[in-house]
């Protein structure tokens, strides 16, 4: 009941505004979205950060995977623990660290002065790049986590026919493990990539206002300019992105499972 | 070979990911009026700070409020929604399933921004319980997910001879199912504060003038670099990564007592 009342109710509320302006039926709201440059170029940004993001986990994530997967199992017990760590600290004081260590005179730019590598601080902070690490820097443990688990899935006694049969390592590896657990990799991207849709503070204390994402938007749209219509449409774009995300995960976990059942039935 | 560069790889993302620990603490002691690293001084102005700071102290008592109150909500409702969602055979299952996952998923600035238009409407704008209702909602997730985790794993056959043996099923429950229970929901009921504790947008959005403790650091956030911000930080972070350690460890340790206990698997 909770739920239903708090959840489904206002979410439903919001996509009905989109197309409902309280007395008729109405795509002005919808109309306006597509004619604003603005919301068309946010929108633009918010998928490719998005994307761009979740591709950096993937391959600084994978890798870290994998080193975890060959360590005995209390190591890797200890190596999941070191990688969950952050994960408990808020986002906002996550995102705050990133403040003092890439301003003008934060940390890094000390550092560079210091080693004579730049004479003038150079702008860090307030860039895409910023961004980028920041939401790295959060997301990354998730993505480490779902490929830990689909390479610990593979069945080692096929890396084991593989050597036997008289493949290096690496041919083991790219031909065996990487295949096998490369799709699992994939679920855990989608998670990346629709909590990435999403992010709200990383950008707002990172980016500054030229890289403000869909979120961002939306919170400007309902306490700044006051267009509470174009931010339920925004809300709705990023929900049936969101669905659209799921809809695919659910499709390669399905067809996943049934490979590892069917496939590969001992 | 491969294998040490993929160590010294692992240790230096890990590094990347433990950074604001590894330099929030160090900042958060200095003696300056500024945020600075290395500090010069070290001193715990900063900590006697927020507790001399009348702002600082209300907004942790109105997070402490809400995180309890949401905690005792969500574990209510959760742990009656795990319970149905693992023990009745009805048809909706996977689409409440689904429903009770959602909060976790979905954007929290839709959620906020739903909330916000129908909190608006029925004049819940600015209110402590509204709010603390909105935070339960998103801390739920953690308690279905868990509880009904820890439900599936539990023998049957226990709750069946005490069936047998006469008690009536909520009796039986009560006396089986319960106290296997009883450590996932506090492992949860963990969980569910901290998710409460952080929650920043939502509580952006419809909290109206009320300060929670990420809401007061945000501001802070936005005027100057407060150096208190850190050493609310620290201690925050301590606070949960504690907590956190305590939840996981009666978790883990309930598991392998009933393991010992259960009888083994044909």
Redesign the interface.
Known sequence: M??AV??????F??LT?TVHDGTSFTAEPVRQIYTSQLSIIVLQRTFVTAATVTAICLV?GY??A???A?LAPRKRVM?TY??L??F???????T??????L?REG?LN?ALSALGLTGEPIQLLYTPVAVHVGMV?IL??IVVLTCLTSILDVERDLVKAARSLGAT?RQAFWKVVFPLSVSGAATGGIICF?LC??F??TPT?LGGRTSIL??NL??LQ?HKTLK?DL??VM?SA??LA?FAC?LFYWGLTRKRSEFATGGLAR | MTRIVLAVYFAIVTGFLLLPLIFLVPISLTDSQFLEFPPTSLSLRWYREFFTDQSWLDATLVSLKIGIGATILSLLFGTLAAIALVRADFRAKGVLTALFIAPLIIPSVVLALALYIVFLRWRLVNNIYALTLAHALIAMPYVVMIVAGSLRRFDMTIERAARILGAGPARAFVHTALPFLTPAMFASAILAFFASFDELIITLFISGGLQTLPVRIWNDLSLKLDPTVPAVAVMLTLVSIIGMSIGEIVRRRNELRYQTHSVPEA
């Open positions: 909770l739920a708090l959840f489904v109710y206002p979410v509320g919001v505004l600084m890798p870290m994998y080193f975890m060959g190596a070191l990688i760590l952050p408990w600290i808020s986002i906002l004081i996550r705050y660290t990133w403040i003092i260590l301003g940390v000390k820097q990354l443990p390592p629709i849709l999403g709200y503070v204390l869909i979120a939306i919170d309902v509470w931010a339920a809300a990023l929900l969101t799921l």
